[in-house]
């Protein structure tokens, strides 16, 4: 059973969201502050978390860079804040979407659902190898094992959260080749993301940041501007 964790300060919210996901069998815990939602997470080890952004105790952005410190869990923003510039702040600091209130409850469970599928082809491996017939892809920066679901730049293992992790895996499957905005967000975020390439940007920045030496003039994770990403060696 799927475990998720609802940190929410509304209490209808909460409720609803309790309701909604049990009826789908889905295992709910929730915490109506930050504080508590980072001790939950923490024991109780989610395998996807709600996260609202305007808790009492602390801002949501500081509880997404919290659990980045030492978990992968999927996180998915559910927030009043709708400006362009709150959602890529979040996606920044390391969740996996963005949904805002109101919203549908179907969409969310849907969103939900494919955050959860996201980790699980994450810790389960690669669908495929990539060119080469080898599931290790080192280059001159950073070597990465596909299998192993393991990164390293310079000696040092490099954190990726599971939707920077399928996206690096579609892109290296794909190498040397252009692979278009859709197909990205339909492999990482599902048939129901065709517009969203905010997404692709700021988690193409994340991937660069993390992997590239200079990530303003990459040398590996390539943008064809309005087409799509490419991986080069």
């Known amino acids: 059973m799927t ?15 309790e309701i909604n996901l049990r009826a789908r069998e889905y295992e709910v815990e929730s ?12 024991a109780r ?3 996807v978390v709600l996260l609202d952004l305007g808790l009492p105790d602390m801002d949501g952005i500081n509880v997404i860079k919290a659990l980045r410190h030492s978990s992968r869990v999927p996180i998915l923003v559910v927030s009043a804040r709708q400006s362009s510039d709150e959602r890529i702040t979040a996606l920044d600091a390391g969740a ?3 949904i805002t ?18 980790a699980e082809r994450a810790v389960r491996g690669v669908r495929g190898v990539p060119v080469g017939g080898t599931s290790i892809v080192s280059t001159d920066e950073f070597t990465v094992d596909l299998l192993a679901k393991r ?9 990726l959260t599971p939707t920077e ?7 290296i499957r794909h190498r040397g080749r ?3 905005q859709r197909q990205l967000l339909h492999e990482v975020w599902g048939t129901s993301y065709d517009r969203q390439t905010n997404h692709l940007r700021v988690y193409m920045a994340q991937l660069r940041r993390k992997l590239e030496a200079d990530p303003s003039h990459p040398r590996y994770l390539i943008t064809s501007p309005g087409m799509g990403y490419r991986f080069e060696i």
């Open 151 to 159: 990164a390293r730049r310079h000696g040092q293992d490099v954190r």
């Open 45 to 47: 080890a989610p395998d």
């Open 3 to 17: 475990r998720v964790l609802v940190v929410e300060d509304e209490p209808q919210l909460v409720r609803a969201l």
């Open 31 to 42: 915490a109506s502050d930050g504080g508590t939602g980072l001790r939950l997470a923490a």
């Open 101 to 118: 209130k109101p919203f549908d409850m179907s969409e969310l469970v849907a969103r939900l659902r494919a955050a959860a599928r996201r």
């Open 178 to 180: 252009l692979v278009g």
């Open 165 to 171: 992790w399928q996206l690096l895996e579609v892109l």
């Open 96 to 98: 996996d979407d963005y």
